[in-house]
């Protein structure tokens, strides 16, 4: 060890105390948040002077530095008592849009998942290869939100096959300069 490198040391120290202390005094963050730091994404279980330490979907612990977390992205989902989902749904040209647009809205107000304020939006997105593209907007709680998504696409999907709208899947139309000849053989 040379002597550069105990004074590198000892500045990262410096550094990372200074970022703790001014985490601990704003507050971005609590223990039992849910955070998406650079490409970690976890429940924060631990936050002291030189890191914070996260528990990852796959139960893996992670320990971010505090100088890492004040000079990264901290994206904290759970900060708040509600979150928006959108989910973007393909329809096909044929559909009537506002036959979807009515079965989308009708979905949010028969789950009582789904907040009536704010309130539920359908965007009509964009003409697409094989499909229009839709966004279905709601509003849940934070509290079992992962639940609460997958709870609303099994809603749609069958809501959507009731009412007789196809999710597209993609498409392709082939044209040949020449005609081909195809025997079929059995």
């Known amino acids: ?19 703790g202390l001014f985490l601990m005094g704003e507050r971005p963050f609590v223990v039992g948040d849910v955070l998406a730091v650079d490409n970690v994404v976890g429940e924060v279980i ?16 992670v ?4 100088e890492t977390m004040l000079k990264s992205s901290v994206v904290n989902r759970t900060h708040y008592e509600i979150r928006r989902f959108d989910l973007r749904i393909g329809v ?22 789904c907040l009536e304020e704010p309130h539920p939006l359908v965007y009509f997105r964009s003409f ?3 499909q229009i593209t839709v966004q279905f907007s709601v509003w849940l709680r934070t ?24 999710i597209p899947f ?17």
């Not at 990262?12 to 105390?17: V, Y």
């Open 63 to 66: 320990r971010i530095p505090n």
């Open 143 to 166: 509290e079992g939100f992962l639940e609460q998504t997958s709870d609303v696409v099994r809603e749609v999907k069958a809501a959507f096959d009731a009412a007789g709208l196809v």
């Open 128 to 130: 697409d290869d094989s």
């Open 170 to 186: 993609p498409q392709r139309t082939l044209t040949l300069e020449e005609p081909v000849e195809v025997k079929v053989v059995s």
């Open 92 to 113: 096909q040209y044929a559909a009537s849009l506002d036959e979807v647009e009515r079965v989308l809205l009708a979905v949010a107000d028969k789950n009582t998942q």
């Open 1 to 19: 060890i040379g002597l550069g490198q105990p004074i590198m040391i000892g500045e990262t120290i410096a550094s990372n105390m200074l970022s």
């Open 46 to 61: 631990s936050i002291d002077l030189l890191s914070a330490r996260l528990r990852t979907l796959e139960n893996v612990m």
